[in-house]
């Protein structure tokens, strides 16, 4: 099987992930103790699990990166708990569900109250951002601003430092979803003005699923969105600072995302980027010489994903096609992003999207291009 659904989840996981996931499931447990030794050893992890990530994304404050399990749960932890006077949410048609569905179906009563108004931002056909229209829909009366940094349909990579710049003139708070480039684009906290940084750990960072997190700047208003044990102060019902982790923590996961974490440091998001560039510049440039196949955009993506149609065919089918007759795995549909689809024209049926990762080999992409070809031929 040829694997090119790596914006689902990267596959095969890197050996030392695996290896790391084993050692903490098969290690005494350190939450039976659930008391000083608890609380050493999971900071331990947790604290070298931190370091890391705050490397990789140049975070100065480590212990500002809470561990959730996984960008949804990061992104209802930010948008849900998120303090603000200020009416407006501002987000893009390149938003995932875990963004969409958290405005509008979890503040609904704020939105039918008129406390919350969000506003949105459109795209042209390849998923990139209207950026004028960007610029005029952060005001003075913008709480929030939500960008997801790559896109997961079309690999469309947004200019998160403008936004967030816009953003911080205004006294906006700036939520940066980057689930999708997280270990595979350069990523600078403080330089792009992110004040809050959702991201998930089975994707780029290759971890294994249910692991995340949420990196919340010093000072944003932000209420928990769950309340338990920690393991520490337990007689405190009211704790002055708020705890944003809470309850038995996934260790086994985190010690994994930390190694997938130094995978990635070790490897260098150069040569991460060198890699996926060429499998992208493979795939683009193959596919657009098919003239059978519709590419979403004009350009080749700058992330890890693209997605096309096929006049007469529906994604579906030629996604079952492409796993039953080349063995080849690829996402079909809508990919959880809407919106986005009314400006790709692909809003009935979705797309077929193909993603890659450092673990894709060339000839696979290749293999791609050439079973699109034969696929293609008889229309």
Not at 173 to 186: E, H, I, K, R, W
Request: net charge negative; hydrophobic share 40%.
């Amino acid at each position: 099987m040829i694997y090119l659904n790596h914006a689902a989840t990267t596959w095969p996981k890197p050996q030392q992930v695996l290896d790391a996931a084993a050692r903490a499931l098969t290690e005494l447990p350190a939450s039976q103790y659930r008391g000083a030794a608890y609380r050493e050893d999971t900071q331990e992890t947790g604290k070298l699990c931190r370091g890391n990530l705050a490397r990789l994304f140049q975070i100065g404050e480590p212990e500002r990166i809470f561990f959730t399990g996984g960008s949804t749960q990061a992104l209802n932890m930010a948008i849900l708990g998120f303090c603000s006077t200020r009416k407006r949410i501002v987000y893009t048609a390149g938003e995932h569900n875990a963004v969409l569905r958290t405005i509008y179906d979890g503040l609904r009563e704020e939105i039918a109250a008129g406390r919350i108004l969000p506003v949105e931002v459109g795209c042209d056909g390849g998923g990139y951002v209207d950026m004028e229209a960007m610029e005029q829909a952060i005001d003075e009366d913008t709480g929030l601003v939500i960008v997801n940094h790559s896109s997961n349909v079309t690999g469309a990579v947004q200019d998160i430092r403008q936004i967030g710049r816009w953003a911080r003139e205004k006294g906006a708070c700036f939520l940066a979803d980057v689930s999708q480039s997280a270990g595979a684009l350069p990523i600078a906290v403080e330089d792009m003005c992110i004040d809050m940084l959702a991201f998930t750990g089975h994707k780029g960072l290759y971890g294994i699923q249910g692991t995340g997190g949420l990196y919340v700047r010093k000072g944003i208003p932000l209420r928990p969105l769950l309340y338990g044990g920690t393991g520490r102060d337990s007689r405190t019902l009211v704790p002055e600072e708020p705890f944003y982790e809470v309850g038995t923590m996934n260790m086994p996961g985190i010690a994994a995302l930390n190694a997938g974490v130094e995978y990635v440091l070790d490897m260098g998001l150069e040569k991460i980027a060198a890699h996926e560039n060429g499998l992208m510049k493979i795939l683009y440039e193959g596919l657009r010489e098919n003239r059978k196949v519709v590419l979403c955009g004009e350009k080749q993506p700058e992330g890890t994903a693209m997605s096309f149609t096929v006049p007469g065919l529906s994604p579906g089918d030629i996604g079952y096609i492409l796993a039953g007759t080349y063995g080849i795995q690829v996402r079909t549909g809508l990919h959880c992003a809407p919106l986005i689809h009314r400006y790709l024209g692909t809003e009935k049926e979705g797309t077929v999207r193909v993603s890659v990762s450092l673990m894709t080999k060339t000839e696979e992409a290749e293999a791609l291009v050439r079973a699109m070809e034969e696929l293609t031929a008889g229309l």
